[in-house]
């Protein structure tokens, strides 16, 4: 399966937002920019067909690099979904609750690990996540249990509007922990919609 390009990626989201814009979908979006290369380069290592996504309500590339078809992506998106993007027969979940996706994935991993499976879980989360319990107990979980699942912490300095490091001080242990992948990205975007309609 080939995935889509970094042009392709950016395209969907221009064509999201412009749909946000002209009011034809009634529920946040939460669009990516600034990681196309990143993204590219963790689906293209370590990331196989069989393997499990996991995200939190900015999804939109996960989905497409993962095999979800443009169309039934888009659809899903105008049907008002766009936070909590779910695909199962592709293998990939996400939800819109704060760290919500961590216990979901760690279950996921302790499942294939139990059944004796050969995949595993990749969970996407952002750096004001990273920082909450449920992260470390998560991770913690795993890492002593030896499951197969990989943590991917996205980190745009920013918790909503809240920057991380004003709030938790800076952290520079990302990369110390096992299982671990963490990348920094600059968005083009605001936190949600798209820089012409009032947001909560």
């Known amino acids: 399966m080939a995935r889509p390009s970094k042009e392709e990626l950016l395209a969907f989201?221009?064509?999201i937002a412009e749909c946000?814009?002209?009011?034809?979908?009634?529920?946040?979006?939460?669009l990516s920019s600034g990681n196309e290369d990143q993204l590219i380069q963790?689906?293209?290592r370590f990331v196989s067909h069989e393997d499990w996504v996991?995200?939190?309500?900015?999804?939109?590339?996960?989905?497409?690099?993962?095999?979800?078809?443009?169309?039934?992506l888009k659809q899903s998106i105008l049907d008002g979904k766009s936070i909590t993007l779910s695909f199962p027969k592709h293998r990939v979940l996400s939800s819109a609750i704060v760290a919500g996706?961590?216990?979901?994935?760690?279950g996921i991993a302790l499942g294939i690990k139990r059944s004796g499976g050969t995949n595993k879980v990749i969970v996407f989360v952002g750096d004001m996540t990273y920082e909450t319990g449920t992260f470390h107990e998560c991770h913690k979980y795993a890492i002593n249990h030896k499951l197969p699942i990989i943590f991917v912490v996205e980190d745009n300095s920013l918790s909503v509007c809240t920057d991380t490091?004003?709030?938790?001080g800076d952290n520079p242990i990302f990369s110390a922990l096992p299982n671990v992948i963490y990348y920094q990205y600059k968005s083009k975007?605001?936190?949600?919609g798209a820089g012409a309609r009032i947001q909560f």
């Open 42 to 44: 963790i689906f293209d």
């Open 13 to 15: 989201e221009e064509d």
């Open 101 to 106: 996706i961590l216990p979901i994935a760690t």
């Open 54 to 72: 996991m995200t939190s309500w900015r999804s939109h590339y996960q989905c497409l690099l993962h095999g979800v078809p443009k169309e039934e």
């Open 165 to 168: 490091k004003k709030t938790w």
């Open 189 to 192: 975007w605001p936190h949600a």
């Open 20 to 30: 946000f814009n002209n009011k034809m979908i009634k529920a946040p979006v939460h």
